[in-house]
T-cell receptor
């Protein structure tokens, strides 16, 4: 099992550009999450999904969108990149919404 | 919302010694408290959790203590090894929150030879 796979690992965006951060998991987990981690800080929840076709906002959803068309994939979309979105983004999955989430390796995004 | 935070940003520990990582929380609504470990360049990894109605739980080389009176959580690592060097996060979760985690800021543990 590959677990949770995120692409790309690194990306530099110009202000106003858009991009999609990809996340896929091969564990057949229903629950998936997107977190961002700013330097020296804990992770903050952007969006989450409890199953295909169901998504909801987390703590910091502004500037982002998500979709969940399949159990495996949970892409995160940035429409108009801003410097404040410079961060490391982590995707995670969870089989049943319990305490053990499985995280990907992260995507380091810089907006200049 | 809940706030979970840490006392010390950096902890330096000699190899073989025991480590104690502390976490203070302000909101008692969590049903679980969890410790995650994040190695450099990787995503967080689950270590251990404790239900809010417990005060101690042991795992392999780790022990988590919960003191609800003073809203304090700690992670003890026995016989710290170089592989324990990482950032450690405490997090809280309620059972009706679909697995959403509320993370604290993290403590960097550096293991010295």
């Amino acid at each position: 099992n590959a677990g949770v796979t995120q692409t790309p690992k690194f990306r530099i965006l110009k202000i106003g550009q858009s991009m999609t951060l990809q996340c896929t998991q091969d564990m057949n987990h229903n629950y998936m999450y997107w977190y961002r981690q700013d330097p020296g800080m804990g992770l903050k929840l952007i969006y989450y999904s409890v199953g295909a076709g169901i998504t909801d906002k987390g703590e910091v959803p502004n500037g982002y969108n998500v979709s969940r068309s399949t159990t495996e994939d949970f892409p995160l979309r940035l429409e108009l990149a801003a410097p404040s979105q410079t961060s490391v983004y982590f995707c995670a999955s969870n089989p049943s919404g319990n305490t053990e989430a499985f995280f990907g390796q992260g995507t380091r995004l810089t907006v200049v | 919302g809940e706030s979970v935070g840490l006392h010390l940003p950096t902890l330096s520990v000699q190899e073989g010694d025991n480590s104690i990582i502390n976490c203070a929380y302000s909101n008692s609504a969590s049903d679980y408290f969890i410790w995650y470990k994040q190695e450099s360049g990787k995503g967080p990894q689950f270590i251990i959790d404790i239900r809010s109605n417990m005060d101690k739980r042991q795992g392999q080389r780790v022990t988590v203590l919960l003191n609800k009176t003073v809203k304090h959580l700690s992670l003890q690592i026995a016989a710290t090894q170089p592989g324990d060097s990482a950032v450690y996060f405490c997090a809280g979760m309620t059972t009706d929150s679909w697995g959403k985690l509320q993370f604290g800021a993290g403590t960097q543990v550096v293991v010295t030879p």
